[in-house]
């Protein structure tokens, strides 16, 4: 997987990359192109764009001129480029949303009569996805309850391959929302296995979603694909929808063929939005991690509080730790935490919060709270939802950006109502 021949950081790259100043009159940030077609200077420039867009160039030639909003335009082309090498990859496509993202990425990659394995928890959209509209099609997911062993991967797989062929394997690491993490060289190596006794190696694909690209980077342990939901770390400011997915520009260009269908691309607006957003994902991310940190040994040792999951108390020593360690630069700054009791403990918590909003969705500047049982996997039915960790105490934070003192303080007057 190619990187950014420059040599900069990450952090320098999401500010800047991908955008030239002398291409659009010295505007230091990137102009919005509001428009929904392109008008061609010759019949023949017309015909060589269709041509490159969707036969793709020959002989290093350049991509072709733009065409038509739904195809690709400037701000997108901006967004994927800075994505891209951030990612570390060759190419990314961006999406309307996340779901808009997962849902194109599936449906090009499986086959009715295909099968696939699963992480277990996974986001619900991700969940009722697999396990609702895809069997509609003939396709069968096996769930993986324990992703960073080997003996626990394999059975999945194993199922799998005896109900059809292994087409993808879908991994989110970390988990949402009990924060479970998938060992995603370990399960590469599988799918190499599964590969070399077929004859065709099952597409890796990982929602990087939980911690974004700062934080990890799935492409250099093996994943075919890393998709996340930009909606969340990347906008960064609760006011945007978008999801991407980066890696072999093979691959990535049959997402962009199929998007071109749906007519699910990221629109000019949010584009411009995501450009904005990236450069002070950096900053927001160490705040929010400090945060995170903090909060996550008050709630600890709070005698209302019976466990925490966040990503920094893994035990030394566990396959999950030996595998954080490995894949991850930090914890992130959502976790999920268990009260107490049960729902109605979880209930009255929630309600006497007053600075965090009671909200689903993370990674945005505000600290973000919800009683994942009854929001996010509301869909998900109750045994599956206990069998992988989420029960009626289970609460989930988003650590925002808010001052320390403050979102203690406000969290410690509300478990008095517990």
Not at 178 to 183: E, F, N, V
Request: proline letters at 5%; hydrophobic letters at 40%; charged letters at 20%.
């Amino acid at each position: 997987m190619t990187t950014d021949p420059t040599g900069l950081h990450l952090e320098t790259l999401a500010i800047g990359y991908g955008y030239d100043p002398a291409q659009h009159q010295g505007s230091a940030k990137p102009p919005l192109f509001l428009t929904s077609t392109f008008v061609y200077p010759s019949a023949q420039i017309a015909k060589d764009a269709h041509r490159v867009f969707f036969n793709g160039p020959v002989d290093g030639e350049p991509a072709g001129a733009y065409i038509y909003s739904r195809l690709n335009h400037p701000n997108l082309d901006m967004v994927e480029k800075r994505l891209a090498v951030i990612d570390g990859a060759e190419d990314c496509a961006a999406f309307s949303s996340g779901m808009a993202a997962l849902s194109t990425t599936l449906m090009t990659l499986l086959r009715p009569g295909d099968s696939m394995v699963y992480s277990r928890p996974i986001y619900s959209g991700t969940d009722g996805l697999m396990n609702g509209h895809l069997t509609d099609y003939g396709i069968k997911p096996f769930g993986i309850t324990v992703a960073v062993d080997r003996a626990n991967v394999q059975a999945a797989v194993d199922l799998a391959l005896k109900a059809g062929p292994l087409t993808v394997m879908m991994i989110e690491s970390p988990a949402n929302p009990t924060g479970a993490t998938a060992d995603i060289a370990m399960i590469r190596a599988i799918a190499d296995e599964v590969g070399a006794k077929t004859g065709f190696r099952p597409i890796v694909v990982v929602d990087n979603t939980f911690l974004g690209p700062l934080l990890q980077s799935p492409l250099k342990h093996g994943a075919d694909l890393t998709m996340t939901s930009l909606t969340k770390y990347c906008g960064g400011h609760s006011d945007l929808l978008a999801g991407s997915v980066s890696g072999d520009a093979a691959l990535v260009r049959r997402l962009k063929q199929r998007r071109t269908t749906f007519g699910c691309h990221l629109d000019p607006h949010t584009s411009w939005l995501m450009l904005r957003s990236l450069e002070t994902l950096s900053l927001r991310t160490e705040r929010s991690c400090s945060n995170a940190a903090a909060i996550a040994r008050f709630l600890a040792d709070h005698p209302k509080v019976r466990a925490v999951t966040y990503l920094g108390f893994l035990p030394e020593g566990s396959p999950a730790r030996a595998v954080y360690d490995r894949q991850c630069k930090g914890a992130g700054s959502t976790f999920s935490f268990k009260i107490k009791g049960g729902e109605a403990e979880a209930f009255r918590m929630l309600d006497r919060v007053r600075l965090a909003k009671m909200a689903v969705s993370l990674g945005g500047a505000e600290t973000l709270i919800c009683h994942s049982a009854t929001t996010t996997h509301y869909a998900v039915p109750q045994a599956q939802r206990e069998e992988v960790g989420i029960d009626d105490g289970t609460i989930r934070i988003s650590v925002g950006l808010e001052h320390i003192d403050d979102l203690i303080a406000d969290l410690s007057q509300a478990l008095e109502a517990v």
